[in-house]
C-alpha cells in the first residue's frame, strides 16, 4: 500500500467535507446561484478524486512499483489543486480568467485515470 497516496486522499477528503459545509452554511446567502453551483461543483470533484487517491494508495498493495502510479497519484492531486482550486476562486472572487486554469485540473484528472488503469491492467499481482 501507499500510504502516502492514501494519506493525502484523506486529507483532501477531510477538506471537501469541511469546505461543503463551509459552502451550505457560510455561502448560500453570499453567492449568486451560478456562482454556488461552481463552488459545490469544485466540491464534488475534489470528493470525487480525494476517493482516486485513497483507492490508487490501496492498489500499491497489490500492485508491482509503478512509476505509472506514482504519477498518477500526483497528477490527481495537481487536478484537485488546479481544477477544485480554481472553481474555488473563481466562485468566491468572481474572477472569470480563472477560469481558464479549470480545464488544466480537468487534463490532469484524465491522464491520471488513464495511467491508474493503464498501471492497473499491466500489473501482475503482487506475491
Same mark, same amino acid.
Given at each position: $500500500? ?15 467535507v ?28 475534489? $470528493? $470525487? ?26 497528477? $490527481? ?9 480554481s472553481?474555488?476562486?473563481l ?17 490532469a ?19
Open positions: $500500500m501507499n500510504t502516502k497516496f492514501v494519506a493525502i486522499g484523506s486529507i483532501c477528503a477531510f477538506l471537501s469541511a469546505l461543503g459545509a463551509f459552502g451550505a452554511h457560510l455561502l448560500e446567502d453570499r453567492l449568486s446561484p451560478d456562482m454556488l453551483a461552481v463552488y459545490e461543483t469544485g466540491v464534488q470533484y475534489q $470528493m $470525487m478524486h480525494s476517493l482516486g487517491l485513497i483507492a490508487l494508495g490501496i492498489a500499491a498493495a497489490f500492485l508491482p512499483s509503478s512509476g505509472k502510479l506514482s504519477a498518477a497519484g500526483w497528477l $490527481m492531486l495537481a487536478g484537485i489543486v488546479l481544477f477544485s482550486g472553481l474555488y476562486v466562485s468566491l472572487t468572481g474572477v472569470r480568467v480563472l477560469g481558464a486554469i479549470t480545464p488544466l485540473g480537468g487534463v484528472f484524465l491522464i491520471s485515470w488513464g495511467l491508474f488503469a493503464t498501471a492497473v491492467l499491466t500489473g501482475k499481482k503482487a506475491q
